[in-house]
């Protein structure tokens, strides 16, 4: 007989959790807007992000997971806004992976969620180069407010703390591959 995961026991924690009452409304808007905030800042520091945007302007992505979605407009300057509850979307992707710890695995071992997409192509395949290769460079930004040398030491306990992450994601999710392999 298998011992259950601790990991089991929190995601059916989570599931209960997301299941009960509801984020208020403005709570929602906010946090999208801080997302917003942070993407933008994020797509400034790279011109050639902005400018595959700036071909798209005045389309609108729509990113649902589970009962979550944001839909983000393409501004004529190559940046993301909210977009209006009427605009429809031109692309729409969907995570199908309902568990947030199999994608907070996903995300510590580098790789995509998985998506369903629907919709524009070119719109998905400029998101797409996007993710593949925008980064932000938080040592950068935590420099400009505590200076170079303490904001690399940050940095690199942070790298260590990530790899640390991703090596037990890696282990933790290796032998639950096999067990499914051999008891189909």
């Known amino acids: 007989m298998a011992i259950p995961s601790p990991f089991s026991l929190l995601d059916g924690l989570f599931e209960r959790f997301a299941a009960g009452p509801q984020a208020p409304q403005w709570l929602v808007h906010e946090v999208q807007h801080r997302v917003v905030l942070l993407l933008n800042h994020v797509l400034m520091q790279e011109p050639e992000a902005m400018e595959r945007l700036v071909r798209q302007r005045g389309r609108v992505a729509q990113l649902r997971w589970r009962a979550y979605v944001l839909a983000l407009g393409v501004t004529p300057a190559g940046l993301l806004d909210l977009a209006s509850a009427q605009a429809e979307p031109d692309l729409h992707l969907e995570v199908t992976e309902t568990s947030p710890l199999a994608l907070a695995q996903t995300a ?29 460079d938080l040592e950068d930004d935590l420099a400009h407010l505590i200076g170079d040398a303490p904001a690399h ?13 991703r ?4 282990a933790r999710s290796a032998p639950a591959a096999a067990s499914s392999l051999t008891n189909p």
């Open 108 to 136: 510590l071992r580098g790789d995509k969620p998985p998506l369903r997409i629907e919709g524009d192509v070119q719109l998905a395949a400029e998101i797409n180069w996007l993710v593949d290769h925008v980064r932000w």
């Open 153 to 165: 030491v940050v940095g690199d306990v942070a790298r260590r703390a990530a790899q640390a992450l």
């Open 167 to 170: 090596q037990f994601a890696a």
